[in-house]
């Protein structure tokens, strides 16, 4: 499959995250696992194509390195969903492979089993170096490198004639970067503070965040906690200071600041909530929770956005929040559609199963809108009855 013949129409979403096949031990709570198929960039993959939807499924791209080894049912579960993908076969090596390890606390530990191929902004194809959002996972250092490799190769495109016909080409592309979590301590705040500044959103989890800044987790209770979001936040986020910082706090939801606005979302899976399921497996749902994010942050006007501003059309406080973040309001319906996808990936080991009934595409037997408008019928009621548990003091 070749990106620049399979692409129909503009690439919306692009990972630089790497495929991995993934070993996982949960510290004998249940049985461990081989060879499920992970990583990085099928997780964001996931989510970006949940959000997307069939229609638009074929702008999500990505590239897959496939060593001898390679199962063919992964390859064909790859196939099934319809994105843009890039196959590069290599029977010389063995695909990169990774042991995950969980502790009771969600916890992980992560090892590589097989060399790494890392991607690089040069092996993306020119139909993909125009995507409209991108997602790293990676060092601070490298996050700086990647987006300036990539607007460079947009900006000599350009300048050759060779830059696509479309409304969205002269844009900035927006770029969501997920700290790489062995990196994720005090000898690289300085770093952090940098590379912060040139992407659109960074999101560390809360253990992650507590680590980088030599304290044992982050909390929204704690005041230490406070500050520090404050002290990010006045670093800067954002080429001009507008990004935001998304903290992904498990099963406590997520917390989304930005210099202006802060909300809090809860995760789509509640202990109290009738008929949810239950949640099985942590692994790639704060990938997928990016890449529904950044997928997300260009789907106004579209099925999921219609779902949220229907549901939410009588709530006066939810129009305050929405005229409150202004330009940035469509981050409000990315975050919740983050929130809906990563609540598919932590009910199975793996990804979620994709099957079509009826002409329509199911992801665990459920359509992704019919889980918007599920979780914006819970939040309805919690906006209305308690809004300042959403809408976070400044």
């Known amino acids: 499959m070749n990106a620049e013949n399979a692409q129909l129409g503009e690439v919306e979403f692009c990972t630089l995250g790497m495929f991995i096949l993934d070993d996982i031990e949960f510290g004998g709570t249940r049985p461990d696992v081989k060879n499920a198929l992970g990583g990085a960039a099928s997780f964001a993959v996931i989510g970006a194509r949940l959000v997307a939807g069939l229609e638009h499924g074929r702008s999500v791209s990505w590239i897959v390195d496939v060593g001898s080894d390679f199962p063919q049912e992964t390859l064909q579960a790859i196939k099934s969903w319809g994105t843009d993908c890039v196959i590069r076969e290599d029977h010389s090596r063995l695909t990169t492979k990774a042991w995950n390890g969980y502790h009771p606390d969600e916890k992980r530990d992560f090892k590589y089993l097989t060399p790494k191929l890392r991607l690089e902004p040069h092996m993306l194809s020119d139909t993909q170096v125009w995507s409209r959002t991108f997602h790293m996972v990676c ?123 802060r909300i809090w979302l809860p995760a789509y899976h509640q202990p109290n909530t009738l008929g949810a399921t239950k949640v099985v497996d942590p692994t790639g749902a704060g990938n997928s929770f990016l890449g529904a994010l950044a997928q997300g942050m260009i789907t106004a006007g579209r099925e999921p956005f219609n779902i949220i501003d229907s549901t939410m059309s009588g709530s006066s406080n939810w129009k305050q929040a929405m005229d409150s ?54 939040l309805y009621k919690t906006f209305e009855e308690s809004p300042q548990r959403h809408l976070l003091a400044n």
């Open 325 to 378: 973040w202004g330009h940035g309001r469509n981050l409000l319906g990315a975050l919740i559609c983050a929130t809906v996808a990563a609540g598919f990936v932590v009910e199975q080991i793996g990804v979620p199963e994709k099957t079509v009934e009826n002409g329509k595409e199911l992801w665990n037997q459920t359509e992704f809108t019919e889980r918007v408008r599920l979780y914006m019928q819970r």
């Open 139 to 261: 060092s601070p250092a490298r996050c700086i490198s990647i987006v300036n490799d990539i607007l460079q190769r947009r900006q000599q495109l350009q300048q050759a004639g060779q830059a696509p016909n479309t409304e969205h080409a002269l844009e900035r592309p927006i770029f969501v970067w997920e700290p790489v979590p062995d990196l994720c301590t005090p000898e690289e705040q300085d770093k952090f503070f940098a590379a912060n500044k040139v992407v659109d959103v960074v999101s560390p989890n809360h253990l992650e965040l507590g680590m980088m800044f030599d304290q044992p987790g982050w909390t929204h209770e704690s005041e230490n906690s406070q500050k520090l979001v404050q002290t990010i936040l006045d670093a800067g986020v954002g080429v001009n200071g507008d990004g935001c910082i998304v903290i992904r706090a498990g099963k406590e939801g997520s917390y989304a600041y930005t210099r202006a606005q």
